[in-house]
């Protein structure tokens, strides 16, 4: 069986991450800052996506809601009120 070995750290949008600096798993309250070390930790191997989405109870759309709000408009682009503001400018 082959074996991945996974970084000890990658950077994040703050520096670099390690496992230990990731969100807690019992995060609810999501902030752009968390996002962003939880995408960084996918990014750089830290964690895979189904990883990620079985810590953190998050579904493949919730995380691909993520990357496309980094893709538009960085690390601010994950502020709820961003997203909120996009979409009622997108659909009102």
Same mark, same amino acid.
Request: hydrophobic letters at 40%.
């Given at each position: @069986? /082959?074996?991945?070995? #996974?970084?000890?750290?990658? @950077?994040?949008?703050? !520096?670099?991450?390690? @496992? ?5 798993? %019992? ?6 800052? #968390? &996002? %962003?070390? =939880?995408? %960084? %930790? $996918? ?13 953190? #109870? /998050?579904? /493949?759309?919730? /995380? !691909?809601?993520?990357?496309?709000? =980094?893709?538009?408009? !960085? $690390?601010? !682009?994950?502020? $709820?009120? &961003? =997203? ?9």
């Amino acid at each position: @069986m /082959l074996e991945t070995t #996974r970084p000890r750290s990658v @950077m994040g949008p703050l !520096g670099p991450l390690t @496992m230990e600096d990731l969100p807690a798993s %019992a995060t609810t309250y999501w902030v752009s800052r #968390r &996002k %962003a070390e =939880v995408l %960084a %930790a $996918i990014d750089g191997g830290l964690l895979s996506v189904d990883d990620a989405c079985e810590r953190y #109870r /998050l579904s /493949l759309e919730e /995380l !691909g809601a993520w990357r496309r709000s =980094v893709d538009r408009a !960085g $690390i601010a !682009g994950l502020r $709820i009120t &961003k =997203v909120q503001r996009y979409r009622d400018h997108v659909t009102g």
